[in-house]
């Protein structure tokens, strides 16, 4: 039975500063799946296939088994807290002032690196519908992708989740068709069978996948735009898991049969569009042109929806001051904090320069790993009559997201740590410098 927790002392609105609560379990679960049903299945199966070869199938159960114990430890801080800032709020309530720091940051630049790789991901499919395969194109494309969508998050959340709600819907057609039509061929002859790669590559692989399950974050962090949160939170966050892990499980087998694991993994860093590698294999009329309209839908969404989690968390942190004050300011007329939208999605832009997929999903990777450790931390720290799960949900979701976190490429995993620290470093010195704040 989830614990009774005390009303909020002031009623959000746009003319106070706050947002409006018009998010209920539909537009929750659709929020979910639009962050999820995008650059992780559209993208990163591919990468991970290439890593991890075969395994890929197993190593996408242990990251959803990963993401329901980090969900279900998000679900009980949400529905305990729900605002807006996730993590970052849950840290600084139950962890510490620089615990609570390093989740808001670490959790600025796994989504913006996320954000970053489904602008290019929605370029490269864009692209070879198009037949053009060049490298200035595919960023060109990318930043101007992130540029449009963020001014249509700039309009507020009402615009954003009825743009949402048409592109997961055209996402799952397309996925759908691409995975029946691959049924023919997964019969007759079955997974290829290739040698195993090892623990490594398959733990890393799964780091990998693991960041295509975070979708349900973007709920918790819109706590104070949804209805009912200790009731819409949690089931919306246990719908999206589930749903996406079968859908994933079938893409991933589709691309693995048609293509093999090496060329599947080749496509998504050559192209940044390898579902679409997989559908011109299957030589079904139409089928890539349509793989591809789903896939341009679907990173859109991504790009939405994370561009809108990234400038709540923005907007979390600013009413703090561990970010520029005016970064705080909502608009009475949208309910939109328009300042901190633009931040986010010029650096998602800056990101997206630099052009390479497999960086900014594998250095996703490491850092939202280390953003729900604290997640799971946090929920740890809950007292008995704040917690709605037993303790070893969030132990064991602390211990696989630290255990995941140092199989990443190790190419970002150096700058990765520096980012983190310099990040920590300079709220400390910001904060001996200024004590009164926080």
């Given at each position: 039975?989830?614990?009774?927790?005390?009303?909020?002392?002031?009623?959000?609105?746009?003319?106070?500063?706050?947002?409006?609560?018009?998010v209920?379990?539909?537009?929750?679960?659709?929020?979910?799946?639009?962050?999820?049903?995008?650059?992780?299945?559209?993208?990163?199966?591919?990468?991970?296939?290439?890593?991890?070869?075969?395994?890929?199938?197993?190593?996408?159960?242990l990251?959803?088994l990963?993401?329901?114990?980090?969900?279900?430890?998000?679900?009980?801080?949400?529905?305990?807290?729900?605002?807006?800032?996730?993590?970052?709020?849950?840290?600084?309530r139950?962890?510490?002032?620089?615990?609570?720091?390093?989740?808001?940051?670490?959790?600025?630049?796994?989504?913006?690196?996320?954000a970053?790789?489904?602008?290019?991901?929605?370029?490269?499919?864009?692209?070879?519908?198009?037949?053009v395969?060049?490298?200035?194109?595919?960023?060109?494309?990318?930043?101007?992708?992130?540029?449009?969508?963020?001014?249509?998050?700039?309009?507020?959340?009402?615009?954003?989740?009825?743009?949402?709600?048409?592109?997961?819907?055209?996402?799952?057609?397309?996925?759908?068709?691409?995975?029946?039509?691959?049924?023919?061929?997964?019969?007759?002859?079955?997974?290829?069978?290739?040698?195993?790669?090892?623990?490594?590559?398959?733990?890393?692989?799964?780091?990998?996948?693991?960041?295509?399950?975070?979708?349900?974050?973007?709920?918790?962090?819109?706590?104070?735009?949804?209805?009912?949160?200790?009731?819409?939170?949690?089931?919306?966050?246990?719908?999206?898991?589930?749903?996406v892990?079968?859908?994933?499980?079938?893409?991933?087998?589709?691309?693995?049969?048609?293509?093999?694991?090496?060329?599947?993994?080749?496509?998504?860093?050559?192209?940044?569009?390898?579902?679409?590698?997989?559908?011109?294999?299957?030589?079904?009329?139409?089928?890539?042109?349509?793989?591809?309209?789903?896939?341009?839908?679907?990173?859109?969404?991504?790009?939405?929806?994370?561009?809108?989690?990234?400038?709540?968390?923005?907007?979390?942190?600013?009413?703090?001051?561990?970010?520029?004050?005016?970064?705080?300011?909502?608009?009475a007329?949208?309910?939109?904090?328009?300042?901190?939208?633009?931040?986010?999605?010029?650096?998602?832009?800056?990101?997206?320069?630099?052009?390479?997929?497999r960086?900014?999903?594998?250095?996703?990777?490491f850092t939202?790993?280390?953003?729900?450790?604290?997640?799971?931390?946090?929920?740890?720290?809950?007292?008995?009559?704040?917690?709605?799960?037993?303790?070893?949900?969030?132990?064991?979701?602390?211990?696989?997201?630290?255990?995941?976190?140092?199989?990443v490429?190790?190419?970002?995993?150096?700058p990765?740590?520096?980012?983190?620290?310099?990040?920590?470093?300079?709220?400390?010195?910001?904060?001996r410098?200024?004590?009164?704040?926080?």
């Amino acid at each position: 039975m989830i614990p009774r927790v005390p009303p909020m002392t002031t009623t959000p609105s746009a003319a106070e500063g706050r947002l409006r609560r018009e998010v209920g379990l539909p537009g929750a679960v659709l929020l979910g799946l639009g962050s999820m049903v995008g650059t992780g299945v559209f993208v990163s199966v591919g990468i991970a296939a290439g890593v991890a070869g075969p395994a890929i199938l197993a190593a996408t159960l242990l990251a959803a088994l990963v993401a329901i114990l980090n969900g279900l430890s998000s679900a009980q801080l949400a529905a305990a807290h729900p605002v807006s800032g996730g993590t970052y709020e849950y840290g600084y309530r139950w962890l510490s002032p620089v615990l609570g720091f390093s989740a808001g940051w670490t959790f600025l630049l796994a989504k913006t690196a996320s954000a970053a790789t489904a602008a290019l991901g929605l370029s490269g499919y864009l692209l070879d519908m198009l037949s053009v395969q060049t490298r200035p194109w595919r960023v060109s494309i990318a930043v101007s992708a992130a540029i449009a969508v963020t001014a249509f998050v700039a309009g507020g959340i009402r615009r954003s989740n009825r743009g949402n709600a048409v592109v997961v819907g055209v996402a799952l057609c397309g996925l759908v068709l691409l995975v029946a039509a691959s049924v023919p061929t997964l019969v007759s002859g079955g997974l290829p069978a290739e040698p195993s790669r090892g623990l490594g590559p398959f733990l890393e692989a799964s780091a990998l996948m693991f960041v295509a399950f975070t979708g349900y974050g973007r709920i918790a962090t819109l706590g104070e735009e949804v209805r009912e949160p200790r009731r819409v939170i949690p089931r919306a966050i246990v719908l999206t898991t589930a749903a996406v892990t079968l859908l994933y499980l079938g893409v991933a087998a589709a691309g693995v049969g048609v293509l093999g694991a090496a060329a599947f993994g080749e496509a998504a860093e050559a192209t940044a569009a390898p579902l679409e590698t997989v559908a011109r294999a299957l030589d079904v009329p139409f089928l890539p042109e349509l793989v591809a309209v789903a896939a341009v839908a679907a990173m859109t969404g991504v790009l939405l929806n994370l561009v809108l989690g990234l400038s709540r968390v923005v907007l979390a942190m600013a009413r703090r001051g561990d970010a520029p004050r005016f970064l705080s300011r909502v608009d009475a007329v949208n309910a939109s904090p328009v300042a901190s939208v633009w931040a986010c999605g010029a650096a998602v832009a800056a990101l997206a320069l630099i052009g390479d997929v497999r960086t900014t999903w594998s250095f996703s990777a490491f850092t939202v790993l280390v953003y729900y450790a604290l997640t799971n931390l946090a929920a740890l720290r809950m007292k008995a009559n704040e917690a709605i799960f037993p303790r070893w949900i969030p132990a064991l979701g602390l211990t696989a997201c630290l255990s995941l976190a140092f199989w990443v490429d190790p190419r970002v995993l150096l700058p990765g740590l520096a980012a983190l620290g310099a990040g920590v470093f300079a709220h400390v010195l910001s904060r001996r410098k200024q004590p009164h704040r926080g």
